[in-house]
């Protein structure tokens, strides 16, 4: 029996921190600013990390390391970087059993370019987007399972997004749900399944987009939330913090602060399955966002996105006590 089956993508990711990269500002780019090389160029890359990631393996991790029995519900390519995943998997004491191998995609690989502390992420989707196909989802094995954490769902992936939903409640097994853009584009044909979700993470702008609500009116999109979710509600802001919502109360937290910056890649998977972890240990909300914004924070300090995940032998005080007002759910 797994305490928790994380449900979603696995990657191989390499980072780059390329020499003569230079950002440039200009309203044809989506963010405002876009990133800008010699075309033609041979560009000097003095720094060069690999490392595992995607939503299932990093949250499968963590729970691994906040002393739960994990598994990770993904497919990979059968190649050498489907074989590196497999391995990190072993030895952070995730279960490999629910990992299926692709003969025909490779697998899901990210390249993932550091300028000025910025990230711009290139990612072939690969054998990740394929879960639903050729081979069977192992159901008999899920059945036993406390706790889903289901993750992006994309492609053809996406066709299992509601079977799992079913299964896990037929089976009374809690779900915890970090959708992605697949499952957002329902909009509110999305509310009769979060009724059945026991905790939503989402970020701002996907929180906004959701639910129709604009992105700094955040009282109103837990006043949608809270009318969707049977659960608790959270929605992380970045560098900002969090609020989140129980349907009583709502909590809203800064961040802790970083004793030394990397790299940002894998804190929302970090921020997420730790608060998840606990709320399955039983934690009160508050102590449960101060063990996620300590998870978030420790991953920021390596390359990578599960680098430097808490274990539960660590203090969740090390980077120090978060702040967290806690008040009546629209007052």
Request: charge should be neutral.
């Amino acid at each position: 029996m797994f305490d928790v089956i994380t449900i979603g993508s696995a990657s191989y990711d390499v980072f780059l921190k390329p020499h003569e990269a230079r950002i440039v500002k200009g309203k044809e780019y989506e963010a405002g600013e876009g990133v800008c090389f010699s075309l033609g160029a041979k560009i000097d890359v003095p720094e060069l990390h690999f490392s595992t990631g995607g939503s299932a393996t990093n949250s499968a991790i963590t729970f691994s390391r906040q002393g739960f029995r994990s598994a990770a519900l993904s497919k990979i390519g059968s190649d050498t970087s489907g074989e590196a995943i497999l391995k990190c998997l072993k030895e952070q004491g995730v279960s490999e059993e629910l990992v299926i191998l692709d003969k025909k995609y490779f697998t899901a690989y990210s390249v993932i370019l550091t300028v000025k502390g910025q990230r711009t992420i290139f990612v072939h989707r690969g054998a990740t987007e394929h879960l639903c196909c050729d081979e069977p989802i192992p159901y008999e094995k899920l059945k036993d399972a406390k706790w889903f954490y289901i993750t992006n769902l994309g492609g053809e992936s996406e066709k299992i997004f509601v079977p799992l939903i079913e299964f896990a409640v037929s089976n009374n097994i809690k779900i915890a749900l970090n959708p992605g853009k697949a499952q957002l584009k329902l909009g509110k044909k999305l509310a009769p399944i979060l009724s059945k979700i026991d905790v939503l993470i989402l970020n701002q702008e996907e929180a906004s987009y959701l639910t129709g609500v604009a992105f700094a009116d955040k009282e109103g999109i837990f006043k949608i939330l809270d009318s969707w979710v049977k659960g608790v509600s959270i929605m992380t802001r970045g560098r900002t913090g969090f609020v989140a919502c129980d349907n009583q109360y709502m909590y809203i937290g800064g961040i802790l602060k970083e004793p030394k910056y990397v790299d940002r890649t894998g804190a929302g998977d970090a921020f997420g399955s730790a608060c998840v972890a606990g709320i399955m240990k039983g934690m009160a909300l508050g102590d449960a966002f101060q063990l996620a914004s300590a998870n978030a924070t420790s991953v920021l300090s390596k390359w990578g996105a599960n680098e430097g995940l808490l274990s539960q032998d660590d203090d969740i005080y090390k980077f120090g006590k978060l702040e967290i007002i806690k008040k009546p759910c629209h007052e």
